[in-house]
């Protein structure tokens, strides 16, 4: 059974990887993060932190990251009008089409609905020069019928867009607790694994026409019997599971996801993000697409610039260099079982083009 996916579509997914199809993604569409950072440094309320200082910020880690990067990830607001000039000829482009934040839903209002940036559209991310539109959606598999339908039509909306202009549609999915009190309890630490298998098996399904998923680690390491004494940061936590265990809900996830697809980051630091990338690659991941494990050491240093652009083409270079080696062992996209599993892939409309397996 062959997979059909248009010439266009094709091109641009050839675009956002490195030449032996594996994505070495960076990510600098952060905004109520990268908001509130800055005002930890600069010493005071995140809402006082100007339009300026934020694009200034998000330019100056384009100019020296992106240059390691298979493809640069940047939202509409802050990043594009202020980086498009440093964004290297050879990087190809995502354009983010959600708002910062979500809305509350849900009868405890703890249930949450992505928004999209008022105004924005896939047909305007092509007219800026995207080779993809990335979508983050906050999406839990035991949320009311109201929510999940909610998410589940607003990314069918985005992929038919992406299809009508032949441009690659990459879904980020973010889970979050619900009965837990927090991200970082043992509680959801047990959770997470099932959680993250079920949203990659739900998106995966053709009618939401996506191409890439962004997916969050299937586990916490520092919940790990390895890992969760003090070793990635100053808490000690009872251990969950162990980390062959966490290879194997890798595993199960490659096998939820029958798309390809990339490891996020969620601003763990850098350490604990190679271990991940490690083990997403042995599992079938086909790369990365990571922003704050990579640079947030950076904001630290604002807002004396020169301080902030030597940490960035000293220990933000070096950083993005151990995860492209890392991401070596990923799988090609071209390989994906998607893909590779068929005799072919059929362009739409016109005679198959063939690969071989190398």
């Given at each position: 059974m062959a997979v059909e996916i248009s010439a266009g579509k094709l091109r641009n997914l050839a675009c956002l990887a490195d030449t032996n199809g594996r994505f070495k993604m960076l990510a600098v569409d952060q905004r109520g993060s990268l908001q509130r950072a800055l005002a930890r440094s600069l010493g005071k309320d995140p809402q006082a932190v100007a339009y300026e200082e934020l694009a200034q910020t998000k330019a100056t880690i384009t100019r020296v990251l992106a240059p390691h990067a298979s493809a640069l990830l940047t939202d509409p607001i802050f990043g594009y009008p202020e980086s498009v000039r440093d964004i290297p000829r050879e990087v190809a482009l995502l354009l983010a089409y959600e708002a910062t934040g979500y809305d509350k839903a849900g009868l405890t209002g703890r249930e949450r609905r992505t928004r999209l940036i008022d105004g924005w559209s896939v047909d305007k991310a092509c007219r800026a020069g995207a080779n993809a539109v990335k979508l983050l959606l906050f999406y839990h598999p035991d949320a009311s019928d109201e929510t999940r339908a909610y998410q589940q039509d607003l990314v069918r909306r985005v992929g038919e867009e992406c299809v009508a202009l032949d441009r690659p549609f990459l879904l980020e999915l973010v889970t979050y607790p619900l009965a837990e009190t927090g991200n970082d309890t043992p509680e959801f630490a047990?959770?997470?694994?099932?959680?993250?298998?079920?949203?990659?098996?739900?998106?995966?399904?053709?009618?939401?026409?996506?191409?890439?998923?962004?997916?969050?680690?299937?586990?916490?390491?520092?919940?790990?019997?390895?890992?969760?004494?003090?070793?990635?940061?100053?808490?000690e936590r009872a251990p969950q599971y162990t980390l062959e265990q966490v290879a194997g809900y890798c595993q199960r996830l490659d096998e939820a996801a029958q798309l390809p697809w990339v490891l996020l980051s969620a601003g763990v630091g850098i350490r604990e993000f190679l271990l991940q990338l490690e083990l997403a690659a042995e599992a079938g991941a086909s790369g990365f697409l990571c922003g704050r494990a990579i640079w947030q050491d950076a904001i630290r240093h604002y807002p004396d610039q020169a301080a902030m652009e030597r940490f960035l083409a000293e220990e933000g270079a070096w950083n993005f260099l151990r995860c492209n080696a890392a991401a070596e062992r990923a799988l090609p996209w071209q390989l994906h079982k998607r893909f590779c599993g068929h005799a072919n892939m059929a362009l739409a409309g016109r005679s198959p083009l063939w690969y071989r397996d190398y």
């Amino acid at each position: 059974m062959a997979v059909e996916i248009s010439a266009g579509k094709l091109r641009n997914l050839a675009c956002l990887a490195d030449t032996n199809g594996r994505f070495k993604m960076l990510a600098v569409d952060q905004r109520g993060s990268l908001q509130r950072a800055l005002a930890r440094s600069l010493g005071k309320d995140p809402q006082a932190v100007a339009y300026e200082e934020l694009a200034q910020t998000k330019a100056t880690i384009t100019r020296v990251l992106a240059p390691h990067a298979s493809a640069l990830l940047t939202d509409p607001i802050f990043g594009y009008p202020e980086s498009v000039r440093d964004i290297p000829r050879e990087v190809a482009l995502l354009l983010a089409y959600e708002a910062t934040g979500y809305d509350k839903a849900g009868l405890t209002g703890r249930e949450r609905r992505t928004r999209l940036i008022d105004g924005w559209s896939v047909d305007k991310a092509c007219r800026a020069g995207a080779n993809a539109v990335k979508l983050l959606l906050f999406y839990h598999p035991d949320a009311s019928d109201e929510t999940r339908a909610y998410q589940q039509d607003l990314v069918r909306r985005v992929g038919e867009e992406c299809v009508a202009l032949d441009r690659p549609f990459l879904l980020e999915l973010v889970t979050y607790p619900l009965a837990e009190t927090g991200n970082d309890t043992p509680e959801f630490a047990r959770h997470k694994p099932d959680l993250v298998q079920r949203s990659a098996a739900e998106f995966s399904k053709p009618e939401y026409q996506v191409d890439i998923l962004k997916l969050e680690f299937p586990g916490d390491l520092k919940y790990t019997h390895e890992y969760c004494h003090k070793v990635f940061d100053d808490r000690e936590r009872a251990p969950q599971y162990t980390l062959e265990q966490v290879a194997g809900y890798c595993q199960r996830l490659d096998e939820a996801a029958q798309l390809p697809w990339v490891l996020l980051s969620a601003g763990v630091g850098i350490r604990e993000f190679l271990l991940q990338l490690e083990l997403a690659a042995e599992a079938g991941a086909s790369g990365f697409l990571c922003g704050r494990a990579i640079w947030q050491d950076a904001i630290r240093h604002y807002p004396d610039q020169a301080a902030m652009e030597r940490f960035l083409a000293e220990e933000g270079a070096w950083n993005f260099l151990r995860c492209n080696a890392a991401a070596e062992r990923a799988l090609p996209w071209q390989l994906h079982k998607r893909f590779c599993g068929h005799a072919n892939m059929a362009l739409a409309g016109r005679s198959p083009l063939w690969y071989r397996d190398y």
